[in-house]
């Protein structure tokens, strides 16, 4: 693998580190090269030592580099050093050994990862003794300062465990022997750490596996709509739209965490429940500016609406817990679908949800398009529910937004019913 593929693979943001690096530079103005750098490499949070300590190595090193190869080349390095940290424990978080060979651990890691980052990092120093690069992987591969070691001990340590370069004359190949010094205390520890970590989650998921069990055997009372929150919460901020699987599976969730195939509910009875949950968890999702602007009651009373016209397409009153959720599901897809468009609307729409009582007039001066004639549509021999759906029959092709529509659509509504108050009142009775 050349440098260029290897860089490629183990990749830094050489442009951002070396803004981060200016802006240390422009606050420490006036210090040297070495100690601004040193300071650069500690707010990275890759190393918990001191400056002088971090100085003291940049300093060594940078004496057995090549021309070529500057201090903040080896700061970057230094934290490339951490990402490859974090790629090799993945590979040990995907791969198991047998707990009793952790040596194949050791070996594994510095066969597929370790031996190209040594031909690639050694290409950065002129003549350095074998126990100065053991020691250097010791240092950028670990926290360095968990255990208070100075340079010198490092370099006392691997001096050694490492075999010089030639022996008894003859020229050597100490690379692998060089690496399991520098490096096998360290996989080591991150190979205990996966394992000690894998063992925790298999305990959390046999806990989770008994909770269930333990959930089914009494059916739940609310729906729970976590993942429709998070969603929600996740749109007021990013204001990246939401696709149609997203609101799907969040709808998905909410019904599932209440219905049961095989039980059979009616309308009545979860109708209220499913209006309340739903838009507690769907307020609880919206960010503080916009609860400012939709409080609990007005989404309420939207999710209301929508119920209205589910009950009014489906006239069966019982139905199994399969066959409400796939009934349902439509409507309240439709309604987020909407609701998520037109929420960033400017507040002189919000206006309208907690204005229900505004005139026609007064509505299409603030629409700024042309309505339908509504009184049209006043046929008192017609029921509540038929006139809402003409009513939002005559809306269909209109350019309202879906708060406008929704608060018009209430607003005749409540004066058709009056109206048909009225009526009933003038009719003598038999």
């Known amino acids: 693998m050349d440098d260029e593929e290897f860089r490629q693979i183990y990749k830094l943001n050489r442009d951002q580190l070396t803004r981060y690096y200016e802006r240390i530079k422009n606050?420490?103005?006036?210090?040297?090269?070495?100690?601004?750098?040193?300071?650069?490499?500690?707010?990275?949070?890759?190393?918990?030592?001191?400056?002088?300590?971090?100085?003291?190595?940049?300093?060594?090193?940078?004496?057995?580099?090549?021309?070529?190869?500057?201090?903040?080349?080896?700061?970057?390095e230094w934290i490339r050093a951490n990402e490859i940290r974090l790629k090799y424990k993945k590979y040990l978080i995907r791969t198991s050994y047998p707990e009793e060979k952790i040596a194949l651990a050791v070996d594994d890691c510095?066969?597929?990862?370790?031996?190209?980052?040594?031909?690639?990092?050694?290409?950065?120093?002129?003549?350095?003794?074998?126990?100065?690069?053991?020691?250097?992987?010791?240092?950028?591969?670990?926290?360095?300062?968990e255990k208070k070691e100075t340079l010198e001990e490092i370099l006392s340590w691997h001096k050694e465990k490492v075999p010089t370069y030639e022996e008894e004359g003859k020229r050597i190949c100490t690379n692998?022997?060089?690496?399991?010094?520098?490096?096998?205390?360290?996989?080591?520890?991150?190979?205990?750490?996966?394992?000690?970590?894998?063992?925790?989650?298999?305990?959390?998921?046999?806990?989770?596996?008994?909770?269930?069990k333990e959930i089914k055997i009494e059916p739940k009372g609310v729906f729970q709509g976590l993942l429709l929150e998070r969603m929600i919460k996740s749109y007021c901020i990013s204001k990246n739209k939401l696709s149609i699987k997203e609101i799907e599976n969040a709808i998905a969730q909410f019904l599932s965490s209440y219905f049961r195939f095989g039980v059979f509910y009616e309308f009545n009875e979860f109708k209220d429940l499913l209006i309340k949950n739903f838009s507690e968890d769907l307020h609880s999702g919206l960010t503080d500016a916009y609860k400012r602007k939709f409080t609990l009651e007005e989404l309420k009373?939207?999710?209301?609406?929508?119920?209205?016209?589910?009950r009014a397409i489906n006239k069966i009153k019982v139905l199994d817990g399969s066959a409400?959720?796939?009934?349902?599901?439509?409507?309240?897809?439709?309604?987020?679908?909407?609701?998520?468009?037109?929420?960033?609307?400017?507040?002189?729409?919000?206006?309208?949800?907690r204005s229900p009582s505004r005139t026609l007039q007064e509505s299409t001066e603030i629409q700024g398009s042309e309505s339908p004639d509504f009184r049209a549509l006043f046929d008192l021999d017609l029921e509540i529910e038929d006139f809402r759906a003409k009513l939002e029959k005559s809306l269909e092709n209109s350019d309202l937004g879906f708060v406008k529509k929704q608060s018009l659509i209430r607003s005749?509504?409540?004066?058709?019913?009056?109206?048909?108050?009225?009526?009933?009142?003038?009719?003598?009775k038999s």
């Open 324 to 353: 409400w959720k796939n009934d349902l599901t439509k409507y309240l897809k439709n309604f987020l679908v909407n609701f998520s468009d037109d929420l960033f609307q400017p507040k002189k729409i919000i206006a309208l949800v």
């Open 176 to 212: 692998l022997i060089t690496l399991r010094s520098g490096l096998s205390q360290i996989i080591v520890e991150d190979y205990e750490s996966v394992v000690a970590s894998r063992q925790a989650s298999k305990l959390r998921r046999d806990e989770n596996v008994l909770k269930t």
């Open 27 to 76: 606050r420490l103005e006036g210090k040297e090269e070495v100690e601004i750098i040193a300071n650069f490499l500690k707010h990275q949070s890759i190393i918990e030592t001191t400056i002088d300590e971090i100085i003291k190595i940049l300093t060594y090193y940078e004496k057995k580099s090549i021309k070529t190869v500057n201090l903040l080349d080896l700061a970057f």
């Open 110 to 145: 510095i066969s597929r990862i370790f031996l190209d980052y040594d031909i690639y990092i050694r290409k950065f120093f002129k003549k350095i003794e074998e126990h100065e690069i053991s020691a250097l992987f010791h240092i950028i591969f670990s926290r360095l300062g």
């Open 301 to 310: 009373e939207m999710i209301s609406e929508t119920m209205k016209k589910f």
């Open 412 to 428: 005749k509504v409540q004066e058709f019913r009056m109206e048909k108050r009225k009526q009933m009142s003038r009719t003598p």
